[in-house]
């Protein structure tokens, strides 16, 4: 599962449940009949669509079964494809589990509005909201209409990452002189990178290869190479110095998108890449097919359990080696959520403050090597010892706070964009393949569908009473090369 950070895309608390949570979970059990024995145990049904990170939820599931004896945890591991549609419809059939990762659709504020989850104000106090990092709460993303639904896992780091083969740049000589392999920062870093390893390996092994058959990797790669070049929205926003998509005015796209097609056209790319899939992409490069692959943190879990460790990873190539814009953050997430037909509040807030405890973000980063934690102080790389996840953790320097409409502007949560298709990945992929042969023009063409869908969306929520505005998405004191605080609505 790409566990991305849209999660941004990427936090629990071990016993602050223990302690003030226990007190209170022992007075709830006791009044269903008390805690002890195996006729009032209470079972909890829980949802997910982690893969990956399994290991982690039962290890967790395991801790806290055993620190709360009435209490069991049924998971139930859902297709992450299909799960918008599978929660619905048990919000329909009124058959929702008690505890449950969000579904990506529709809005979180919409699902709220719709009645799917319940408030945790009830519990999650001001001590309890003191532990995570200031700003994380905030009207529009995981607080409605002043209560509060959801909490962020994941601290904030590059959700993209290059990956290197060290035995492919050893093979081809791209080691510095103390035996390191050379991690390419700019663009033209991995152009001689990939060029030396095709030549020196007689074309046997490429420089880069990836697996786009299920969509989204010529965005990923999009998004990597143009961040740090300036082109500040990436693969997937508008630029929020001008509040609109800049695919064809913004020349960093072209020029890359360019490049990317000299590479394929000079032999450096896996020639299959467009029609293998991401996972048997990441089987070859295990294998040494080629030097490069473009993935996120939740590859490594899977490597691991392969024996395969000997890799090294970057982000945020640049053009120059010095960045012009960084990968965006912005405080707030959420991931999981108490359903609102739960017939056991008590025992799922005990289970969701547990998810979100700093004891388990603890385990999350330091143990099981899946993300950041969205708890700061669990983010020390030298208590890492597996040394590509340390080398992630390293990464949070390429990652910055920019701006946020929803913090400015809560009521743009109400601002539903309508998908667009084809989207960019799909354009640059019809470049890519020669299907598409004028660049600029099917750049201004996706801009425009993107900027007409925005445009529309922001239309709707007028006609709707919303108050919000084309300039919501506009920050022109902005400097991408520094962090951004957007300033929270007032009154």
């Known amino acids: 599962m790409d566990f991305s950070s849209r999660f941004s895309r990427r936090n629990f608390v071990k016993t602050a449940a223990a302690t003030a949570g226990a007190a209170t979970?022992?007075?709830?059990?006791?009044?269903?009949?008390?805690?002890g024995g195996s006729s009032s145990t209470i079972t909890l049904n829980y949802w997910d669509y982690f893969v990956s990170q399994a290991?982690?939820?039962?290890?967790?599931?395991?801790?806290?079964?055993k620190a709360h004896s009435g209490i069991k945890i049924?998971?139930?591991?859902?297709?992450?494809?299909?799960?918008?549609?599978?929660?619905?419809?048990?919000?329909?059939s009124h058959n929702t589990p008690d505890v449950a990762m969000i579904p990506g659709?529709?809005?979180f504020n919409i699902q709220v509005s719709q009645g799917w989850f319940m408030p945790v104000d009830k519990w999650a106090n001001a001590a309890w909201k003191a532990k995570f990092p200031e700003g994380t709460f905030h009207e529009g993303n995981n607080v409605f209409n002043g209560k509060l639904?959801?909490?962020?896992?994941?601290?904030?780091?590059?959700?993209?990452?290059?990956?290197?083969?060290n035995k492919v740049f050893r093979d081809a000589g791209l080691v510095n002189s103390d035996g390191s392999v050379k991690i390419p920062r700019t663009w033209d870093d991995v152009t001689h990178a990939?060029?030396?390893?095709?030549?020196?390996?007689?074309?046997?092994?490429?420089?880069?290869?990836?697996?786009?058959?299920?969509?989204?990797?010529?965005?990923?790669?999009?998004?990597?190479?143009?961040?740090?070049?300036?082109?500040?929205?990436?693969g997937y926003t508008m630029d929020y110095r001008v509040g609109k998509y800049t695919y064809s005015t913004d020349r960093n796209y072209y020029d890359f998108i360019s490049l990317f097609k000299e590479w394929k056209n000079k032999g450096y790319v896996y020639?299959?890449?467009?029609?293998?899939?991401?996972?048997?992409?990441?089987?070859?490069?295990?294998?040494?097919?080629?030097?490069?692959?473009?993935?996120g943190v939740w590859n490594q879990a899977e490597w691991t359990t392969h024996n395969f460790t000997d890799y090294s990873l970057t982000t945020l190539l640049c053009p120059t080696e010095t960045p012009k814009g960084y990968f965006p953050t912005s405080p707030g997430g959420t991931l999981w959520a108490i359903p609102a037909q739960t017939k056991h509040p008590e025992e799922a807030w005990a289970w969701f403050d547990w998810l979100y405890s700093?004891?388990?973000?603890?385990?999350?980063?330091?143990?099981?090597?899946?993300?950041?934690?969205?708890?700061?102080?669990?983010?020390?790389?030298?208590?890492?010892?597996?040394?590509?996840?340390?080398?992630?953790?390293?990464l949070s320097k390429f990652a910055m706070p920019a701006p946020d409409p929803s913090i400015s502007n809560p009521q743009t949560a109400h601002v539903e964009v309508q998908t667009v298709k084809p989207n960019l990945d799909d354009v640059i992929a019809g470049y890519y393949t020669g299907q598409l042969q004028d660049l600029h023009a099917a750049l201004s063409d996706i801009e425009g569908r993107m900027q007409k869908a925005q445009d529309d969306a922001v239309k709707v929520a007028q006609q709707k009473g919303f108050k919000v505005s084309p300039d919501d998405y506009k920050f022109t004191d902005w400097d991408p090369t520094k962090p951004y605080i957007t300033k929270p609505a007032q009154g």
């Open 105 to 107: 659709q529709p809005n």
């Open 271 to 295: 020639p299959n890449a467009v029609s293998i899939s991401d996972e048997v992409s990441r089987a070859y490069f295990e294998r040494a097919k080629y030097g490069m692959t473009i993935g």
């Open 55 to 65: 290991p982690w939820i039962d290890n967790e599931i395991k801790l806290f079964e």
């Open 194 to 234: 990939a060029e030396t390893i095709v030549k020196k390996s007689g074309g046997s092994t490429y420089g880069l290869g990836f697996g786009n058959s299920g969509g989204s990797m010529f965005q990923w790669l999009t998004h990597v190479f143009t961040l740090g070049a300036g082109a500040v929205g990436g």
């Open 25 to 35: 979970l022992g007075s709830a059990l006791a009044a269903c009949g008390g805690s």
């Open 149 to 165: 639904y959801s909490a962020p896992i994941s601290g904030a780091a590059p959700w993209l990452q290059l990956y290197i083969s």
């Open 358 to 394: 700093v004891d388990a973000g603890k385990r999350w980063t330091q143990q099981f090597n899946e993300d950041l934690s969205a708890f700061p102080q669990n983010n020390d790389s030298s208590k890492i010892k597996f040394k590509p996840f340390a080398q992630f953790v390293g």
């Open 74 to 92: 049924k998971k139930t591991i859902q297709l992450s494809s299909s799960y918008a549609n599978l929660y619905a419809l048990a919000v329909k």
